[in-house]
């Protein structure tokens, strides 16, 4: 049975690992809705019980066939808003990362009545009666430039509102961001009180910018963070992409090293990927995105492995983890 960790100051908790839906979707894999199904199922007979989906993966798809295999069984289960799905199926939807995504596109829309509407949307297409953990999807810089300023006006003047009253009525338990950036969570700890931020490839072996501000401003607010993203779109296991795009020579460089620090202590990169994270008490859970159930098994493997503390160590005299990075005991 895996260990569980609280979700910010709540009574919720959630397993340390996790399942990420963005695959479920077709999302840069061309994965079927009955493998998905089989996914999911996997994961549950692994003993994970947390799940992660959003409206973006697939324009539906995940949320549709989490939903069905989630109903009627104990869940844990985050999703997104923020994202509205429009009837009217995009021209091209690899531009997207997409594989036979659903016959909508989106709207982004963070104002109260943007967030209600999802919420209530959300649930019609998973087909459950709950959603636990609710997070403002995408909202930043990275992913809307300068549309931001809008976009997050609208959070600060309505959204968030509307998320809070969710929570208040008991219809989620816990709210939150599920992002890419840690800027727009700092900007965010500054318009309302959250539980807990998803935040994809900041907090990994390879990188913890989160540290230098971000994770001290989560300390003061009892908020908790979720690792989306441990291997870092893929460097963290054999792949040449990192921020869902081909890696920069410096980042593969300093993918190069932690191999050679792993291979040293015969253990492997992708084993102390998943692990680290959870080594600091703020993080609530990892959640990887494995694309078949063979990726999963070996994720599950791999988060079983001993990693001897000379190892996190090594990599701390190596300078390959920040300062004030929490090794896992």
Known sequence: MLEQRRIGRTDLKVDVLGLGGAP?????VDLGYGQAADLIRAAKAAGIGYFDTAPWYGFGRSERVMGDVLRGSDYVLSDKVGRLLVPGAVANPAEF????????????????DGIMRAFEDNLQRLGLDRIDILLAH???AFQHGDENLRHFRDLAEGGYRAMDELRRAGRVKAIGLGVNENEVCQDALGIGNWDVFLLAGRYTLLEQTALDALVPACRDTGTTLICGGPFNSGILVGRDTWNYAKAPESVIE???GLAGVADAFNIPLA????????GDPIVSSVIPGPRDTG???QIVEWFGVEVPS???????TKGLLHEDAKLPS
Do not use: C, T
Request: a negative charge.
């Open 24 to 28: 479920l979707g077709g999302n840069f």
């Open 97 to 112: 990362g997409m594989v036979d995504p659903l016959p909508f596109h989106v709207v982004y829309d963070y104002s109260y």
């Open 138 to 140: 995408d909202i930043g």
């Open 254 to 256: 300093r993918a190069r």
């Open 271 to 278: 084993a102390a990927a998943l692990q680290f994270p959870l």
């Open 295 to 297: 990726e999963l098994e």
């Open 310 to 316: 000379d190892f996190w160590s090594a990599l701390k």
